[in-house]
């Protein structure tokens, strides 16, 4: 099991936060002229310090007293990666609640569904922010939620825009009390799920959950207080907030990107001298495109853990080795936290890439029915297991209290273990159980493919048949395509299909870019006539 290590600036147990808001407080006082935040703005690259960032968490827990939020109450956070953002976290976990935070990019059927569960008291708008018209969809929710909370209006163009006739206000203190020690043990943070099935749940975790994984993740990743971790997914969701929140608790920075450009991501990495990334492989992909074309500095960026999305980490990895990045496969969710696991860097190539790892808290415990070396469910117990779900309660753990991923994997030692996929993304081929992401891999590095993604239809017999879509760079077909996946792969693992399609249908996120497989799905099954057997 992984050992728990301390990390600067809280070298000893006793040293360590309570909370968030703890954390905050204490970096503050301990050095209040360190820089905290470096965020992109319209007039360049702004530094926040930890005074700076303190005084600001306790003019806005001033002001929710002021407005009664307190204790339990849920409060969301409707805006980019701006500071205010983590700002609003501390601040609302300081009066005892929980933040929910809502991607901008959600639409007003998520939006709906999401204050429905929540019932915020409160909602904390970007209205305007990147030309959204936020004010419109929060308005049409909150007449399908039935939830009439009130508006903060941030960072706003003074104007006030139509909220459906809600109490709207401005935070404008400027500084504030000491807050009062809030209570670890209440909820503090909630994220949506992926909702691949439907609309998404609300995995909700405790103050103290939020510390103690935050400081198990900078242990785990060697951060100290002279890293930057980039902040370029939303914080809004887990793999953002759990990123950020590692390198703060290290006593280090954090880079916001509100909007990701790769251009000008790249340029702020060279300039504050990022150490860190955590992401998907679809903004790998971006990041690494965009260097090739125009090389920076990036001799600072020393780790890259990746998820991935759409099947390019390996490729992606072997590049970055070059520039001295070391690239470490990475596990998470909502439920149980990102960064839950990643391969320590001793762990040999190509192995070290894969999903998964070594679990970064000593109590997190990780099992599959039928033990270690048997592929199955992946299921997981410890402080970084979701504490509650907000509106629902759904089944997802066992009689005897392990939380069910829904995610299939093996545990190859006490506390490591390698992702597979999906449960139902899990391709069943001529009887055997197939990952996708093995024919993805061989789809992917032939030197005309793009993107690869592998999904699984009935054939003509019945049986599952798997069928590739890819993207190209080059010219090359369909039979060109079946046949380097035959020269190594095994006949039953070789698809169906291969079509050809100009792009992927992807959703966009908290976490990054997926591809849609049941798009994918859908088109495969109006080709199915084409289908040949391997």
């Not at 709207?168 to 209440?186: H, N, Q, V």
Request: contains cysteine.
């Amino acid at each position: 099991m992984t050992e728990q290590r301390d990390v600067a600036p809280f070298p000893t147990p006793g040293a360590r936060p309570a909370d968030l808001p703890d954390l905050v407080g204490r970096l503050a006082r301990r050095d209040p002229d360190r820089v905290a935040i470096h965020e992109r703005t319209a007039d360049g690259l702004v530094a926040v310090t930890r005074g700076e960032l303190w005084q600001r968490v306790r003019a806005l827990a001033e002001e929710l007293r002021g407005r009664g939020v307190d204790a339990g109450d849920a409060v969301a956070v409707w805006m980019p990666n701006w500071t205010e953002a983590l700002v609003w976290q501390c601040a609302v976990a300081a009066r005892g609640g929980h933040v929910v935070g809502i991607n901008t990019r959600y639409g007003v059927e998520e939006a709906t569904h999401v204050l429905a569960r929540a019932r915020p008291v409160l909602v904390a708008l970007a209205h305007g922010f990147h030309g959204l018209d936020l004010a419109s969809r929060l308005r049409a929710a909150v007449e399908g939620s039935g939830v009439r909370p009130q508006v903060a209006l941030v960072r706003g163009d003074g104007t006030t825009p139509d909220v459906g006739g809600l109490g709207t206000w401005t935070p404008e203190r400027t500084d504030g009390p000491e807050p009062e020690r809030s209570d670890p043990d209440r909820l503090a943070v909630a994220f949506t799920t992926s909702g691949s099935t439907g609309l998404p749940k609300l995995a909700a975790h405790t103050g103290a959950a939020v510390l103690t994984h935050a400081v198990a993740g900078a242990a785990a990743l060697g951060l100290t207080e002279d890293d930057v971790m980039l902040g370029a997914l939303p914080l809004s969701g887990v793999f953002g907030y759990n990123a950020v929140l590692a390198g703060l608790a290290a006593g280090g920075a954090a880079l916001l990107e509100p909007v990701f450009d790769a251009d000008d991501t790249l340029d702020d990495m060279a300039a504050v001298g990022v150490t860190h990334l955590a992401s998907g492989d679809d903004l790998g992909l971006r990041l690494v495109e965009a260097q090739r074309e125009r090389p920076r500095d990036l001799s600072s960026w020393r780790w890259w853990g990746v998820a991935d999305f759409q099947g390019r980490s390996h490729e992606l990895a072997a590049w970055l080795d070059g520039l001295g990045v070391a690239t470490a496969g990475v596990y998470g969710s909502s439920e149980v936290f990102a960064l839950a696991a990643t391969w320590p860097l001793s762990e040999p190539i190509p192995q070290r890439w894969a999903g998964g790892g070594r679990v970064v808290h000593p109590g997190i415990e990780v099992r599959v029915q039928g033990g270690p070396g048997v592929e199955g469910e992946l299921e997981f117990r410890g402080p970084n297991v979701v504490d509650a779900y907000l509106g629902a309660s759904p089944e997802t753990f066992t009689d005897d209290g392990w939380f069910r991923s829904g995610d299939l994997g093996v545990v190859v030692d006490e506390g490591a273990f390698v992702y597979v996929c999906r449960a139902g993304d899990a391709l069943r081929l001529r009887g055997f159980l197939v990952d996708p992401a093995e024919i993805e891999l061989r789809l992917a590095a032939h030197p005309a493919v793009h993107t690869a993604k592998v999904v699984g239809i009935e054939g003509p017999d019945g049986g599952s048949v798997a069928v590739g879509f890819v993207t190209l760079d080059a010219p090359a077909t369909a039979d060109d395509l079946r046949a380097w996946c035959a020269a190594t792969l095994a006949a039953f693992k070789v698809p169906a299909a291969v079509h050809v399609i100009d792009e992927m249908p992807t959703t966009s996120g908290t976490n990054g870019s997926k591809i849609r497989t049941g798009v994918l799905a859908a088109l495969a099954r109006e080709h199915s006539r084409s289908l040949q057997r391997p």
